[in-house]
């Protein structure tokens, strides 16, 4: 008998109406308990009614009254009345809450356009909004949240097929004043601009009823609308193809347009894709998938898949979120924004070049062009076709792709070329989860800047970690930073932190990354960084607002695997009861209060051999808290076998000379030693409290006014949020060697490997191929800086044998400090002084993921 019910349920759709008929009775019942106290709506146009009769109201006609209207000649439009006739005065009343997302999209595209007028500096008098299915006007009416409507369109119109909502809306229209909204009762499908609007172009065929690119797919698009808007009207569309189709060309070819709208999709569908901007959230698991459909289909509205789908196929992707309506029992629902498919920007009048430029900027082939100068020489190269070498893959692997008509990914039609397109299903990068390690930069930046003095002529490769080292290089304006990462969501930090410079004041600012936390950060994100980051970098941020905004959290320094360290840091502090003493020594004075209160109080108990062994002996627990891997694990156990027996000294202090029982042997007492070395000269020799942000950071959990890194500063704060302090970084999302070996020979200035080189197994051939392509990538004396957990690290004699010339800038001997950090025993700078040949061919194809990363 049990068995026979999942039957009826697959094939008796009426069985599964009634089923979701009982299972909405229930939920309405709950959206009526959850807003029957709250005051009655303001926005009721016709009927002053309580809370409760709206939804009475709204529940008979969405769901009790048969639906009238069928296959006649106005059957969509008899079916929207019937539907909506009985609603309409409580249209806004019910929808409030139900509509999920509509203030966010409005949010979003209003930051697009205000980005752009701020971009162009000019003030376009004609700027139209089209709002398709706009219903009651109420997404008219909210987005004067963001922009001034009356003022900033030169004309908005909002087009619907309901004649009962129509009149709701003229009524609110009136009612405002605004001169500028028409209300259009008409169907979407046939709506055009030209009927409205004075356009140049749109020629002299006004009596023809059909559509402009009716004929000719491809005729240049008489465009029109800066904005178009479908917030919750795509699924009520039964022809949707043929309505989306006519989008493109009412658009403007600078235009963007924005949906919100529910739908229901398997994660399945999109693996082949690579322009959806990301894919957090989207999975709906296969119940929600047969629920949803099931439920929306008796109200005639179209969850599926391809809806959203056709959009993303017919626009590029500018940014995608996913998102659950929590008050509807998490129905799945999604806020889009796209841009026409071949990206532009109103300062190009010439689009190829335009694709062009931004296709290059990804392939970075030739990195030593400031950005100004690489969008000539690139027209150069596509008008003459020469030199070849400065057409790059992705040039040619575009070229097939938009011949193929799919559009480009979404990192192509960004407002800046910062992040490169990277695929994000690759296990390298799927590896990380969702977490990035690292929530600030564990290198002292102070002594990179002594060390390097990077000018306007540097161009820098370095790992991004937390992004903090690579805004203090940005500080000295090199002509070019590359930044780094396998793990994407150091780089989506780094995008925030960008981001942030670019479009917010100090204050903000301040609070995000010197304090952690920003209690307004949704806000911001949506009307203030959403124009200037990635999608991928956009949703994630989206999906983490809490490690910001939560009242209960710690704020940004506790995320991610260095809120481990802290945490036992707290954890100890707590139970071991030496809070206060923390307290004591990051308000100390002097250095020589600071040391008293290390030895007396702290030391003792934090320096316990027991914890030593205990804690941080562990090796999962290091590579989890702290980022020491295996490898950097045998170095330090090396030195210190090392520096037990001198007679050792014929080995060498390399983990070769040592089986790895020897080392394991030696661990906790090795790592006993190095945390010594690391924490006493540290204290010794620099005031936590007042210039130590490093150690500051992880006792307290956020930064002071007194005590933050450089990048910190009011001062730093004006120069990146100059509007192109950020024209010449790169943000990778790869290994470095892939970045290294795709960059020209002989352009790179300086790189900052920071302690990745430790990373190698000793001696493995791995290590000498990146050597290898760091000496081909980098200029005759450019320099590459490393740190390691070893006083001469083993492959610094192969940096010596493939052309460099090594020297040691620092060392932990004797007390000395190599900097705030100091967690690491050893700083080296490696000079180039020879050109090595490469061990492969010139002509070499690039590896597989190389391929992969440039195709588009
Ligand atoms: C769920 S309502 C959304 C209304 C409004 N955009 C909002 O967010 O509150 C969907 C709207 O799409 C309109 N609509 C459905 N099919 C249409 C068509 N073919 N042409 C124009 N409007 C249509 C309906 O009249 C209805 O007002
Ligand atoms: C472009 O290159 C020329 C030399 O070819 C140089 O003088 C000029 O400053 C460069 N422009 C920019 C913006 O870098
Ligand atoms: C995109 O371009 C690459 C490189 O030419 C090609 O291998 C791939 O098949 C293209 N994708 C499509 C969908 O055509
Ligand atoms: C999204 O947020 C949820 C809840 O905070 C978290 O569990 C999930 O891992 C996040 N997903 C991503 C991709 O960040
Ligand atoms: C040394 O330690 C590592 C990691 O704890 C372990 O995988 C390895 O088996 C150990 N080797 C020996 C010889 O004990
Ligand atoms: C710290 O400094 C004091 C005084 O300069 C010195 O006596 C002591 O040896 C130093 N300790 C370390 C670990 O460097
Ligand atoms: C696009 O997706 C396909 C299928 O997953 C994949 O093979 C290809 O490498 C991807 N291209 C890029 C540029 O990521």
């Not at 957090?280 to 599926?304: P, T």
């Not at 030195?639 to 040592?658: K, V």
Request: glycine share 6%; aromatic share 10%.
């Amino acid at each position: 008998m049990a068995s026979l019910t999942p039957n009826i349920l697959a094939r008796d759709p009426h069985t599964q109406i009634i089923l979701v008929g009982a299972a909405l009775i229930l939920l309405v019942g709950l959206i009526f308990a959850a807003t029957f106290r709250s005051s009655r709506s303001k926005r009721v146009d016709d009927e002053d009614l309580t809370t409760f009769g709206s939804f009475l109201r709204f529940f008979y006609a969405s769901f009790l009254k048969p639906h009238t209207g069928d296959g006649t000649v106005n059957g969509q439009q008899d079916a929207l009345e019937s539907f909506y006739k009985a609603q309409a005065g409580v249209y806004d009343a019910t929808r409030k809450r139900l509509l999920r997302g509509r203030e966010d999209m409005l949010g979003l595209v209003a930051a697009q356009l205000v980005q752009k007028a701020a971009r162009e500096r000019t003030h376009d008098p004609k700027r139209i909004w089209v709002d398709i299915g706009g219903g009651t006007g109420w997404n008219i009416e909210a987005m004067s949240e963001y922009v001034d409507v009356e003022n900033f369109f030169s004309s908005v119109y909002l087009v619907d097929f309901s004649p009962s909502l129509c009149e709701v809306a003229r009524k609110r229209f009136t009612r405002l004043g605004w001169k500028n909204v028409k209300v259009v009762c008409q169907d979407a499908r046939t709506f055009r601009l030209e009927d409205h609007e004075n356009m140049q172009d749109s020629g002299t065929d006004i009596g023809f009823a059909l559509p402009p690119s009716y004929f000719s797919e491809d005729s240049a698009s008489v465009g029109g609308a800066d904005l178009i808007t479908l917030s919750y009207s795509l699924s009520m569309i039964p022809d949707f193809y043929s309505v989306i189709d006519s989008l493109t060309s009412l658009l403007d070819p600078t235009g963007i347009i924005g949906v919100v709208d529910f739908y229901v999709q398997s994660i399945v569908d999109l693996s082949c894709r690579n322009y959806t901007g990301g894919v957090i959230n989207r999975h709906v698991n296969w119940f929600g998938r047969l629920f949803w459909r099931a439920w929306f289909d008796v109200d005639r509205v179209g969850l599926e898949a391809g809806r959203r789908d056709y959009l993303e196929y017919r626009f590029g992707t500018v940014l995608s979120a996913d998102s659950r309506n929590v008050l509807l029992g998490s129905i799945p629902y999604y806020v889009w924004i796209g841009s026409p498919k071949r990206p532009s920007t109103s300062s190009s009048s010439n689009y190829p070049h335009e694709i062009v430029e931004r296709l290059d900027a990804a392939a970075t082939e030739s990195p030593y062009l400031s950005p100004m100068n690489h969008t000539t020489a690139l027209s150069r190269t596509v008008e003459k076709a020469t030199p070849p070498e400065l057409r790059s893959k992705a040039y040619d692997a575009a070229i097939v792709n938009l011949s193929a008509n799919l559009p480009l990914p979404s990192f192509f039609y960004q407002n800046h070329h910062w992040r490169i397109h990277y695929d994000d299903q690759l296990k390298k990068h799927t590896q990380f989860g969702h977490e990035f390690i690292y929530a600030f930069t564990w290198e002292d930046t102070r002594v990179d800047h002594r060390l390097l003095k990077l000018t306007s002529s540097d161009v820098v490769l370095a790992i991004t970690s937390a992004g903090d080292n690579i805004l203090s290089y940005a500080l000295n304006s090199p002509a070019r930073i590359h930044a780094v990462d396998l793990n994407p969501n150091q780089n989506h930090l780094l995008e925030l932190k960008v981001a942030s410079f670019t479009a917010l004041p100090y204050a903000d600012v301040w609070k995000l990354f010197g304090q952690g936390k920003h209690s307004n950060f949704r806000e911001l994100l949506i009307s203030r960084l959403s124009p200037h980051m990635s999608s991928r970098a956009f949703q994630y941020w989206l999906n983490n607002t809490q490690v910001f905004t939560s009242t209960r959290g710690r704020g940004l320094y506790e995320t991610g695997g260095s809120r481990h360290a802290i945490r036992v840091i707290r954890l100890l502090a707590t139970t071991l009861r030496f809070s206060n003493q923390i307290k004591a020594l990051l308000s100390a004075k002097t250095l020589n209060e600071q040391r008293e209160i290390w030895a007396t109080k702290i030391r003792p108990i934090i320096m316990s051999r027991i914890f030593s062994y205990l804690v941080v002996s562990q090796e999962k627990f290091l590579w989890a808290a702290l980022g020491v891997p295996h490898n950097q694990l045998a170095m330090l156990e090396a030195d210190h076998l090392a520096s037990e027996s001198i007679s050792e000294s014929s080995a060498g202090s390399t983990p070769l000379g040592h089986s790895e029982k020897e080392l394991n042997s030696s661990r906790g007492k090795a790592v006993w030693e190095y945390m010594v070395q690391t924490l006493d000269p540290v204290i010794n020799h620099s005031l936590i409290g007042e210039d130590n942000p490093y150690y500051l950071v992880c006792l307290q959990g956020s930064y002071s006014q007194r005590c933050h890194p450089d990048y910190l500063q009011p001062k730093s704060h004006q120069k990146l949020s100059r509007g192109n302090a950020f024209d010449g970084l790169r943000i990778h999302t790869d290994e470095i060697n892939e970045v290294v070996s795709r960059l020209t020979p002989g352009t790179l200035t300086v790189a900052v490997v920071m302690d990745s080189m430790d990373w190698f197994d000793p001696g493995s051939a791995e290590a000498e191929r990146q050597i290898e392509k760091l000496n081909r990538a980098l200029k005759m004396g450019g320099r590459v800086l490393l740190r390691s957990a070893a006083l001469t690290p083993w492959y610094i004699s192969r940096f010596e044998a493939l052309g460099f010339h090594g020297k040691r800038v620092g060392a932990r001997i004797a007390g000395a400090c190599i900097d705030r950090v100091n967690m690491y025993a050893s700083c080296w700078l490696l000079t180039k002084i020879e050109v090595v040949a490469p061990s492969t061919p010139r002509a070499t194809r690039p590896s597989s993921v190389d391929l992969e990363s440039l195709e588009i």
